[in-house]
């Protein structure tokens, strides 16, 4: 298989599993642009290269905007003290109660696509549960009500991170009877919502969340297992080939007209790991071979219906699960930053770096974005339409926001120009509105919409009527 991130040996991967998960990252300004305000709306961006159907939308998820998340093992997490930032969610932006006028900012953005995901921990609140809570399906009823009536296309992902408290109480996602509580719900939601869904993210970040959680520490339930969370991430590999083919069987109905009644897929966070020093041959190969095991083992799996976690040491696991294969309908990736690997011996050994000077965001991850190109590039070897599910910035005074978009669009556009044959569907930002960033509570700002957690009032940061221009000019220039 070829891989555009260098040549690895598929097996000699993963070193640094843990490690890889826990950086998210970003961006660096192209060398060489003048500041957004002084280049036109379009500047770099392409715009003859996108589909008069493409995707354009904004993300959230459950925990981090609905607020009184009560049910949920993030809010038994941080009742417990146990949040590293110290601040639980509380009210978060108060979504549940707010979701009309978000979906109206949406819309003012040009928008026609909300990616986020279904509370679990609302709907099944209580174990052994057989119907879920009619409250909470009544209010994504209504959810889905208010998208159609703005002509919004709903995006849903079924897990992404938080649970019912119970549920984690039990770890049946390391014992694995998570694939069985997995299976209720999606069977659940597809029957319910199959009329208003056609775009379904099975799971988010599966290697983050079993990393963070189960050998990290730092999720619930707070473990530092490291066998035990390759355990959780294979059985999360499970759950989505259970739901895939659930949904496949049950979603028959054509929600958005375009000929397809389901697609689905999951969101991947992929980080192109590069050698701090490209002359350093240790270098190149811990940073080829974790690049190669962490952005590829869930398609790799896709192809082969083998689950295939095998490290060069310690523990693995490797499992033929035949009904794995095959159940990818399109590649969600989500896209922060680039990591370079980097041999110091002054730090102890194998450090994660950046080069000096670089533009970094808040949570002072590297704005690369070149890395958006390199990230599609590398999926593209899967043969299977891409979607870029998040891509955004930690940018409290939006600084760095205008460009971090135009910069970002522009090397997905040339991607898209180079490679016609690969179908790049949509470009979803994180996040509509600032909100709830898990372990590190409200301080990063990611929103398009600047939120006052006092008040709980939204404004419209410059970045996103820059970005709602750029949609619109889009528009035009097709039109
Ligand atoms: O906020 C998170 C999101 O939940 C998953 N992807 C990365 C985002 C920013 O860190």
Redesign the pocket.
Known sequence: MRNPFGRIPLKALAIAVPTICLS?ACLTGIPGLPPFADRPVIGRIDPTVFPRNFMWGAAS?AH?VEGNDVHSDWWAWEQAGRVRSGQPSGLATDHWNRYEEDLDRLVALNLNTYRFSLNWARLYPQPGMSQPDPDAVARYDAMFAAMAARKIRPMVTLH??SMPAWLTDQDRWGSGQAIEDFKKLTQFAVDRWKGDVDWWITV??PE?FAFHGWSRGVFPPGKLDFPLSLRVLANLMKAHAEAYHIIKDHDDVDADGDGSPAEVGIAH?VVPFEPYNPWNPIEATIATAISTFSNAFWFVADRTGIIDLRLPFGPEIVEEFPLFQGTLDFIGI?Y?SRQLMRIDPLRGGLVIDQYPGVVRSSLGIEVYPKGLYDSINFVAQFGLPIIVT?N?I?DETDELRPDYIHDHLAEMSRFMRDRPDVPVLGYVY??LTD?F??EKGFT?R?GLYEVNYETLERTMRPSAAAFAEIIAAINNNRD
């Open positions: 998210l998820s981090q992404h991170f988010n970040e983050v966070l989500n922060y998040e955004g930690a994180w996040s909100n960033e898990w990063p990611f």
